[in-house]
């Protein structure tokens, strides 16, 4: 309960082919209780589950251009229960992210860095 867990790539593909332009694919996604971040070849997409049933969700897309910065706030760089916090451009406030002990915010935080540095 609460923790971050990978995804099958092909149940997401199937699910987010909508929403993905042509050449667009997923390489990786997680789920963390409701929410999701899928990361694209080209953007990230949080999805946010809202209400009781879930029923309402809202997809964030980010591209990764538009990350000015991000940021991972712990104990310490092996201590997992971490607050990860996206900031855009043209935004003052950054989108936060809870991550309690087992998530995986190592492997979120490199995925982000990977896109975010070779740009």
Same mark, same amino acid.
């Given at each position: 309960? +609460?923790?971050a867990s990978e995804v099958s790539?092909? $149940?997401i593909a199937k699910e987010f082919q909508p929403l993905m332009i042509e050449g667009e694919f997923v390489?990786? $996604?997680f789920?963390?209780?409701r929410d999701m971040f899928i990361f694209t070849n080209k953007r990230l997409i949080l999805v946010n589950k809202q209400g009781i049933t879930g029923s309402k969700?809202?997809?964030l897309t980010v591209p990764y251009t538009s990350i000015r910065k991000f940021?991972?706030?712990s104990a310490g760089i092996m201590d997992l229960e971490a607050d990860l916090r996206i900031w855009i451009? +043209?935004?003052e406030l950054p989108i936060k992210k809870e991550f309690k002990r087992g998530d995986s915010i190592n492997e979120v935080y490199q995925?982000?860095?990977k896109h975010i540095l070779k740009l």
């Amino acid at each position: 309960m +609460g923790h971050a867990s990978e995804v099958s790539l092909d $149940a997401i593909a199937k699910e987010f082919q909508p929403l993905m332009i042509e050449g667009e694919f997923v390489e990786k $996604a997680f789920k963390l209780i409701r929410d999701m971040f899928i990361f694209t070849n080209k953007r990230l997409i949080l999805v946010n589950k809202q209400g009781i049933t879930g029923s309402k969700i809202d997809y964030l897309t980010v591209p990764y251009t538009s990350i000015r910065k991000f940021s991972k706030e712990s104990a310490g760089i092996m201590d997992l229960e971490a607050d990860l916090r996206i900031w855009i451009k +043209g935004e003052e406030l950054p989108i936060k992210k809870e991550f309690k002990r087992g998530d995986s915010i190592n492997e979120v935080y490199q995925i982000l860095s990977k896109h975010i540095l070779k740009l």
